[in-house]
């Protein structure tokens, strides 16, 4: 096969099917990875559901009122699928580990598509979580479901969402995994302790609940509960999701502008 | 098409970098890559020529003054540049052909990205490995699949950073007949090597970098010609003294003339008769292997 250059590239992508084509690849890779190494898994799914089991009578009270149990376990998945902070964020350092990431920084692919491919798998996890979870509250452990589903797949997406860009800013912040990791986990066991998550909110001392309002995981679980305990009203829900949706795009946003795909990080793992 | 084999692909003019806060890695760096030939970057440990590809593939922050153009037609930048670091770069969990196909279904449409996996897996004889997943495989074959999918999209400018790392023989001719095969096929290359023997067996033209600065030393055998060839003679008298001979010329007067202030008792005709044995004759060709000690020393 000769070179000529001066010839234009026969089917290349471009435009709309660029950008899809791109954050398909780098989702496809990133899936790949992700279901391999499994850790995700056992941090997304399992742990959640062991900590249900064990701690779900304890955090619920025992003699909790109909259907705590189910209040229990969604509250261990709200804090577990914020797992996807690290995952998110790892999928970005993963280039680093793999020495991947001069690669990306010859061929500069649209940020947006390539933020997105990276970490659509970890909220594809996530929010299977959630759903499931809910879904098993609801069949077996008395978890009444007042609202729709949609309202319960609303509110995880935004959720997972508010996690993916989260892992996205904490990425283009930090220098090295440990870093990251570390402040990772951090959110998770703060925004679900404040949030509600963990211990229900109206259980909480006065300035942990006033600190709650700032988490994903206060508006998440608010939300939640009006589509379960509540009365399913969609102006609760959306208000909550527009209020997660607004934390996303600050986290995006922020994320998007110190992110640079020539930036040099320390490979830690 | 305007474009001849000889058409400057890249063209680096006056480049400087620095890392942040940090002394000058390279300064007024000039460097062309012409179509149908392959540059040979000389350089000692730290002369900067990581560094000078982080440069010209634009994946460095720093690079201050200078002009970097490419003339590739219609060809997009990322299409148009193949970059082989030095450190391998795979993940681990894919399989050799997921690896390679990576880049190509980033940049080629479905069909040619099928066409061109096919085709590298095959000229890289990576076939039989193709569904291994990477971490199962020894440091050359992680070396060959390295190299595989960073050029998958057969760009007409292709770097390549130490490629012959970790490579035994076999692995190491089969990159050398990449090397030229791309040459013949028109493309540019750029390639750097710990050793000069991967240099001068992969290159026809050399730049050597030395306190971050380019100089073009042109082609490869005029470089070689330039050097003279050795002769060395080293030998016993029968008293068991040594003796030894040196000869750097490539004037076979000067060596019969050299040949004369043997000792008196060696003659190399009569080495045996006269008991004096010969331990060794070793004739050296111009090699760039002696041109690369000689640039390097300080």
Redesign the interface.
Known sequence: ?????????????GGVAGFF??AR?YA??EW??LA??RTAMVFIFILPAVLSAILGPGVSGLNAAPGAMGRATIGFAVMFSYMVVTYSGHAFY?DFW???Q??Q?????SKLAFAMGKVLPACAMSFAQLLLFTGFAAAFLGLPLHGSLPQVALTGAVLVASGAALGFLLFAVTRSTATLSNLSYLVLVTFSAVGGAIVVTEALPGWSRALGHVTPHYWALRALNEATFGEGRWSVVLQSAAVILTFTAVCATAASLAF???DQKHDTT | MGHTPETVFLSAQGLSFAFAGGAPVLRDATLRLRGGTCVGLLGANGAGKTTLLGVLTRTLRGTTGGALRLDVGALPARRAIGFATQAIALYPVLTVEENVGHLAHLLLGRKEAKAAIARTLEEFALGPIARTRVHHLSGGQRRLVHLAASFVHAPPIRLLDEPTVALDFEARQLVVRRVRAWREEGAAVLVTAHYPEDIEELSTELVLLRDGTTRDLGALGAVLSSQTRTLSLRGERPTDTAWELALTTNSLEEVRSKLGELPSDVHLSELRLSGNRLRDLLLRDPSLSAFARESEAP
Not at chain 1, 105 to 109: D, E, F, M, N, T
């Open positions: 096969m000769s070179h000529d250059p001066s010839s234009p590239p026969s089917t290349t992508h084509n791109e690849c496809l890779t790949r990875v391999r190494e993963r793999y020495h991947t001069g690669r920084a010859l061929l500069r692919p640079d795909f020539r």
